[in-house]
């Protein structure tokens, strides 16, 4: 009985351990310090920067915008631009239903710019929430906070779209774990230009190449796979899987010439092309190439060279499996 009782404290103890770790990460985190104090000022170079950043590096506008999924690669529709509302969720390999939300001034009006940059740098809103990873705070903040502040001030100029989006919700255990997830940002300053592959680091980082090109468990990028490909979404016709993108001969770009990566880009980008249909069987991407298109031809040629400094990792993916 002596033994029962001592077996029943530890229990108990263990127990009281679990909701006193719960009840902490529920209710003190996240903790990244509050929202600095800014206003940003407009002008006509934080515009055309932000607006370069946003539409075509960062590709803030591809998640807070509709997607004909209709179309290869998902092109944005004209009709709610920034308005939020493109969900990712079970169905597509994420734990839980996470929607992107309105981004127009319709919904931050009363955000204030340091609010908004807090969210973006650390990925905690102003009313306190933990916001999961899809709204990339982990790489935003390593950014330079010169072109976060152009981001803003570019989508402070949107049109306000109405469009009221429903709350993300995270499944079990992760409606725990996202909480841990924010953390204080770490800013750095853009590298040169010149000095391509830092520079194409920088652009890497900010435009998200390795948290699709990755594996992942329940949101966290699994060590190791940096880039070499495997990550899954499933799609109306099938499951596509992100390429290996490192410089392994065999199964990565290893033998791509940077032309021809640079030119794989520019495709998309060209005025006479058109994002076909796809029909039922085939692949579709979750790759938003219309998007990279956009980028300027010497920032595609720095992000090859960033890649080509990467350790190659030797995976086979297979791209798509067409749904039976």
């Given at each position: 009985?002596?033994?029962?009782?001592v077996?029943?404290l530890?229990?108990?103890i263990?127990?009281?351990?679990?909701?006193?770790?719960?009840a902490?990460?529920?209710?003190?985190?996240?903790?990244?310090?509050?929202?600095?104090?800014?206003?940003?000022?407009?002008?006509?170079?934080?515009?055309?920067?932000?607006?370069?950043?946003?539409?075509h590096?960062?590709a803030?506008?591809?998640?807070?915008?509709?997607r004909?999924w209709t179309?290869?690669?998902g092109?944005?529709?004209?009709a709610?631009?920034?308005?939020?509302?493109?969900?990712f969720?079970?169905?597509?390999?994420?734990?839980?239903?996470f929607?992107?939300?309105?981004?127009?001034?319709?919904h931050?009006?009363?955000?204030?710019d340091?609010?908004l940059f807090?969210?973006?740098?650390?990925?905690v809103?102003?009313?306190?929430?933990?916001?999961?990873p899809?709204m990339?705070?982990?790489?935003?903040?390593k950014?330079?906070?010169?072109d976060?502040?152009d981001?803003?001030?570019?989508?402070?100029?949107?049109?306000p779209?109405v469009n009221?989006?429903?709350v993300s919700k995270?499944?079990?255990?992760?409606?725990?774990?996202i909480?841990?997830?924010?953390?204080p940002?770490?800013?750095?300053?853009?590298?040169?230009?010149t000095?391509t592959?830092r520079?194409?680091?920088?652009?890497?980082n900010?435009?998200?190449c390795?948290?699709?090109?990755?594996?992942?468990?329940?949101?966290?990028?699994i060590?190791?796979?940096?880039?070499g490909?495997g990550?899954?979404?499933?799609?109306?016709?099938?499951?596509v899987?992100a390429?290996?993108i490192?410089?392994?001969?065999?199964?990565?770009i290893g033998?791509?010439?940077?032309?021809?990566?640079?030119?794989?880009?520019?495709?998309?980008?060209?005025?006479?092309?058109?994002?076909p249909k796809?029909?039922?069987?085939?692949?579709?991407?979750?790759?938003?190439?219309?998007?990279?298109?956009?980028?300027?031809?010497s920032d595609?040629?720095?992000?090859y060279?960033?890649?080509?400094?990467?350790?190659p990792i030797r995976h086979n993916v297979?791209?798509?499996?067409?749904?039976p």
């Amino acid at each position: 009985m002596k033994a029962l009782k001592v077996i029943l404290l530890l229990v108990g103890i263990v127990i009281l351990l679990v909701v006193a770790a719960g009840a902490y990460v529920k209710l003190a985190l996240p903790d990244t310090g509050k929202p600095p104090v800014l206003s940003i000022k407009s002008t006509p170079e934080r515009l055309e920067n932000g607006r370069y950043l946003a539409n075509h590096v960062a590709a803030c506008m591809d998640c807070h915008s509709s997607r004909d999924w209709t179309r290869y690669a998902g092109p944005m529709k004209e009709a709610g631009f920034g308005g939020g509302g493109e969900v990712f969720n079970q169905k597509m390999g994420f734990p839980g239903s996470f929607y992107a939300p309105n981004i127009t001034p319709h919904h931050l009006q009363e955000w204030t710019d340091g609010e908004l940059f807090h969210a973006i740098t650390t990925g905690v809103s102003p009313d306190g929430r933990a916001l999961f990873p899809l709204m990339a705070a982990h790489r935003f903040g390593k950014m330079d906070q010169e072109d976060i502040y152009d981001i803003i001030a570019y989508i402070r100029t949107l049109a306000p779209v109405v469009n009221d989006v429903p709350v993300s919700k995270a499944d079990f255990p992760v409606n725990f774990i996202i909480n841990t997830m924010p953390k204080p940002a770490a800013f750095q300053k853009k590298p040169q230009a010149t000095d391509t592959v830092r520079y194409g680091g920088y652009l890497v980082n900010a435009a998200g190449c390795v948290d699709c090109h990755s594996k992942h468990d329940k949101g966290t990028l699994i060590a190791g796979t940096e880039f070499g490909g495997g990550m899954a979404f499933e799609m109306p016709t099938g499951t596509v899987r992100a390429p290996n993108i490192t410089f392994d001969p065999t199964t990565g770009i290893g033998k791509w010439s940077k032309a021809a990566f640079v030119s794989r880009f520019k495709l998309y980008g060209a005025a006479n092309y058109h994002s076909p249909k796809v029909e039922s069987g085939h692949m579709n991407t979750t790759m938003p190439w219309t998007v990279y298109a956009g980028m300027k031809e010497s920032d595609l040629g720095a992000i090859y060279d960033f890649l080509a400094s990467v350790k190659p990792i030797r995976h086979n993916v297979v791209k798509f499996s067409a749904k039976p």
